[in-house]
């Protein structure tokens, strides 16, 4: 079956523009979670969603919203995009079982850049 | 909040030769999840452990879960260049299946022929 699918895979913008990247979930997960990816700081989680509610949320400022669609599909959105934006933003979807932990499935990110 | 801290951040290593990351948690954890990132992709998940003192093997990969669940390892016995990528542990909080996963800063791991 078709994996997690991150759209754009790359994209470059300037300082101030806003961005809107989506997450196509494997088909049946209902969970979708946003990571920010930089080479030193790890995997830094922005937001979990499931069935269109934000589950959890990490520390990121304001600026860094998402949200989810009927169909699972998620949108993240970053305003006033500053040059400590350029990250790989990845996405990842889980079965959100009602028993049991959430394996995590990742699509292959979207790479921002930010002049 | 909860911090899942990671050692060592690099690590190179003589192919055939052994390697351990470790992983502690500030606090309890419901499970621990083990991924693999090779260079230029995107984490792909290796195993999870749940119950206290578990030990889990893949081939040349063990895994195991502390008994406080709080501290997890990766051990890879005899090294190959395929063995190349970072090696993330990732967390969930006590108490819950549902709680945010909170990944360690990364082990990269080189394997040098």
């Known amino acids: 079956k078709a994996g997690v699918t991150q759209t754009p895979r790359y994209l470059i913008k300037t300082r101030g523009q806003q961005v809107t990247l989506s997450c196509s979930p494997i088909?049946?997960?209902?969970?979708v979670s946003w990571y920010q990816q930089t080479p030193g700081q790890g995997l830094q989680f922005l937001f979990e969603?499931?069935?269109?509610?934000?589950?959890n949320k990490g520390n990121f400022p304001g600026r860094f919203s998402g949200r989810q669609f009927s169909n699972s599909r998620s949108e993240m959105n970053v305003s006033t995009l500053e040059l400590g934006d350029s990250a790989l933003y990845l996405c990842?979807?889980?079965?959100?079982?009602?028993?049991?932990?959430?394996?995590?499935?990742f699509g292959a990110g979207s790479r921002l850049t930010v002049l | 909040g909860q911090q899942v801290m990671q050692i060592p951040q690099y690590q190179h290593v003589q192919e055939g030769e052994d390697f351990t990351t470790y992983c502690n948690s500030s606090?309890?954890?419901?499970?621990i999840q083990w991924y693999k990132q090779r260079p230029g992709g995107h984490p792909v998940f290796l195993i999870q452990?749940?119950?206290?003192?578990e030990v889990k093997k893949q081939k040349r990969l063990t895994f195991q879960f502390g008994e406080a669940k709080k501290n997890s390892s990766l051990h890879i016995t005899a090294t190959q260049t395929t063995d190349v990528g970072t090696y993330f542990c990732?967390?969930?909080?006590?108490?819950?299946?549902?709680?945010?996963?909170?990944f360690g800063q990364g082990t990269i791991l080189t394997v040098h022929p």
């Open positions: 088909s049946g997960h209902r969970s």
């Open positions: 990732a967390g969930r909080a006590g108490g819950t299946s549902y709680g945010k996963l909170t």
């Open positions: 606090t309890t954890l419901s499970n």
């Open positions: 452990l749940v119950k206290s003192g």
């Open positions: 990842a979807s889980s079965l959100m079982a009602d028993s049991g932990a959430n394996v995590l499935t």
């Open positions: 969603y499931f069935s269109e509610t934000q589950r």
